[in-house]
């Protein structure tokens, strides 16, 4: 089965830097989304991302978030200025199509834990 | 706000016990309902889902489960479960007006005693 790629699997950063979370989505796929999960809390919705823009995006990702596709295999999300709060495991995923339809299936990376220190 | 909800936190069983996890969601228009599991260290995998039709759907590894639209309900059941069933459990929705994003319930933490 095709998977999603994530790097790195842990990345520890002190407060107050930028970290780079990258994702090689699966190949044939064009609809991108990150989620994260703090620790004992639930998996929630980061972002959507499509064409180059950013479909939908919940209220968590403010402007310190940021997403690219900087080529033609990679998505990454930017945390400009980490927090604490933002230590959590961060999950990639992609999708063939977006909307209702039955080819809409998310398939996700093993995730990313940031710790921020 | 559309939730989903996971009644178990932490199940534990022995080997050849039969499994239900519960799952609920709180939208009541049409939507889309999933099982993902995680195994220690790997990626989010998906077992099983539905879209339209027969209620039960079957996925991979023997897991089924049962979509009661009365009950908001999309319980996951197994009827002996294995050692190598040692993982999380995720149920999600995706409701049919918010785009595609999956909406998560907390988790359930499975463990399997051999």
């Known amino acids: 089965e095709p998977e999603v790629t994530q790097t790195p699997s842990h990345q520890v950063t002190q407060m107050g830097q930028e970290v780079i979370l990258r994702c090689v989505p699966i190949?044939?796929?064009?609809?991108f989304y990150w989620y994260r999960q703090i620790l004992g809390q639930k998996v929630e919705f980061l972002v959507s991302?499509?064409?180059?823009?950013?479909?939908?995006k919940s209220e968590i990702f403010d402007d310190q978030f940021s997403v690219e596709r900087p080529d033609g295999s990679n998505f990454t999300l930017k945390i400009r200025s980490t927090k604490l709060e933002d230590s959590a495991m961060y999950f990639c995923?992609?999708?063939?199509?977006?909307?209702?339809?039955?080819?809409?299936?998310?398939?996700f990376g093993a995730g990313t834990r940031l710790s921020v220190l | 706000a559309q939730s989903v909800s996971q009644h178990n936190h932490h199940v534990i069983l022995s080997e050849a016990a039969s499994l239900e996890l519960g799952c609920n969601y709180s939208y009541g228009g049409t939507v889309n309902l999933f099982w993902y599991v995680q195994y220690p260290g790997q990626h989010l995998q998906l077992l099983l889902k539905?879209?339209?039709?027969?209620?039960l759907v079957k996925g991979i590894k023997g897991f089924e489960a049962e979509f009661i639209k009365s009950k908001f309900s999309f319980n996951l059941r197994k009827p002996s479960v294995q050692w190598s069933d040692t993982a999380e459990y995720f149920c999600?929705?995706?409701?049919?007006?918010?785009?595609?994003?999956?909406?998560f319930g907390q988790g359930t933490e499975l463990s399997v005693k051999p």
């Open positions: 539905y879209f339209s039709g027969d209620p």
């Open positions: 991302f499509y064409n180059n823009e950013i479909s939908e």
């Open positions: 999600a929705v995706r409701s049919y007006n918010q785009g595609g994003k999956l909406i």
């Open positions: 995923a992609s999708s063939e199509v977006m909307g209702q339809g039955k080819k809409n299936i998310q398939y």
């Open positions: 190949s044939n796929h064009l609809y």
